[in-house]
T-cell receptor
């Protein structure tokens, strides 16, 4: 079983829509969770950390569900510039090791 | 955020030659750096964890004699692809751990001809 699994998409949504992605992880001992954004042929960039209590940053909301072992990312009022691949990242047994999901591709259309 | 510089950003080499990729943390010290590989339309796959002053830890299926990692200082890790072959052509990305967050280099696109 993969450490981290994501729906690859693509999610095709119109501007202004709300879209949500989920990501499941296999290691119940994982403590650190992140969402990264990757544009085509570029390096991933940290979008936000995911805290147990959930956290919000502008139009982006991240949540963690430990019982079901998944994290989610909600994007409100989608912009064209949100089009990218969103990667969820979870640390492994060793805190210093991170695993990436395969990414969920988002296309925001006019 | 923290800055990680990776060099070169792209390289073309002949089959059988070796290629060295550098990863530097510019404004923080990183005792741990990671090396990933990403084939087209696939996810980032962790190749190895590089720890300053000690041997790297390789993921299952990654040949340590082929992908040599050196992390000689707190700001520099290098990945050397030895005797490169066309199937090694890929996008290689490093990341450095700054406390609890990982920051990425720009990536190196390696093409072996």
């Amino acid at each position: 079983r993969k450490e981290v699994e994501q729906d690859p998409g693509p999610f095709n949504v119109p501007e202004g829509a709300t879209v949500a992605f989920n990501c499941t992880y296999s290691n119940s001992a994982s403590q650190s969770f992140f969402w990264y954004r990757q544009d085509c042929r570029k390096e991933p960039k940290l979008l936000m950390s995911v805290y147990s209590s959930g956290n919000e940053d502008g139009r982006f909301t991240a949540q963690l569900n430990r019982a079901s072992q998944y994290i989610s990312l909600l994007i409100r009022d989608s912009k064209l510039s949100d089009s990218a691949t969103y990667l969820c990242v979870v640390n492994g047994d060793n805190f210093n090791k991170f695993y990436f999901g395969s990414g969920t591709k988002l296309n925001v259309k006019p | 955020g923290a800055v990680v510089s990776q060099h070169p950003s792209w390289v073309i080499c002949k089959s059988g030659t070796s290629v060295k990729i550098e990863c530097r943390s510019l404004d923080f010290q990183a005792t741990t750096m990671f090396w990933y590989r990403q084939f087209p339309k696939q996810s980032l796959m962790l190749m190895a964890t590089s720890n300053e002053g000690s041997k790297a830890t390789y993921e299952q299926g990654v040949e340590k004699d082929k992908f040599l990692i050196n992390h000689a200082s707190l700001t520099l890790s290098t990945l050397t692809v030895t005797s490169a072959h066309p199937e090694d052509s890929s996008f290689y990305i490093c990341s450095a751990l700054d406390r609890t967050k990982a920051f990425f280099g720009q990536g190196t696109r390696l093409t072996v001809v």
